[in-house]
Structures are given as C-alpha cells and as structure tokens.
Nanobody
C-alpha cells in the first residue's frame, strides 16, 4: 500500500516562492503534483519518474515550477517560483505503480494513490 503525505503549503504574495514536499512510503513508478481550485477540475502540474528523474510540466507552470525527487528520503518536491494568484489551489501529490496506462502522465486518472492535499494561496 502506497501512502503519500504532503507538506509545505501556505500563503504568499505574487512573485513569491514555496516548496511542497511529498513523502512516499513504498515503491512507485510515477509520481505527480496536481492542483484543484474551487469550482474547477483537478489538473496536472508536474510529473516525474523517480527512477530516472524524467519530468514533465503543464504549460502554465513551465519555467516557474520544478519537480524533483530525493530517493534517499523517499520524497518528491515541487519548487514553485514566481507564483501568481491563479496558482491558488489545493495541491495534491499522486503516485502509481503501473508502468503502462492509457492515460497521459498529466492526467489525474493515471494515478491510483493520492495524498490529502496542501493549500497554496497566492495574493496579488
């Protein structure tokens, strides 16, 4: 059973930075960060294959967010720089064991394990 615990959310002003952490228990093949704002669907932000470090990003965060992993600590990070008010959302860490899926890596349905979420609020 994979368990995910997020931390690091908070409130910042536009242009500020935050780093989210996701501590994971157990093996995972792929991990991702997703976010969901009130009244909106959950959307993919960034994904990573922990084994290779290969990462992918949503266009809206490219150049501002960086996903990384520390396999010695079983932790995946999301460094968020130059935050904008539209980045305000609940952020979720997700993971899956499957090496293959019909869903793309930034699609929530690709993942079967989810954390409880951490709130990020960016004020203008």
């Amino acid at each position: 059973q994979v368990q995910l615990v997020e931390s690091g959310g908070g409130s910042v002003q536009a242009g500020g930075s935050l780093r989210l952490s996701c501590e994971v228990s157990g093996y995972t093949y792929i991990m991702g960060w997703f976010r969901q704002a009130p009244g909106k669907e959950r959307e993919g932000v960034a994904t990573i294959y922990p084994g290779s470090g290969n990462a992918d990003y949503a266009d809206s965060v490219k150049g501002r967010f960086t996903i990384s992993r520390d396999n010695t600590k079983n932790t995946v990070y999301l460094q968020m720089n130059n935050l904008k008010p539209e980045d305000t959302a609940m952020y979720y860490c997700a993971a899956d064991l499957s090496t293959y899926s019909v869903h793309t890596r930034l699609t929530p349905r690709r993942y079967n394990y989810w954390g409880q979420g951490t709130q990020v609020t960016v004020s203008s």
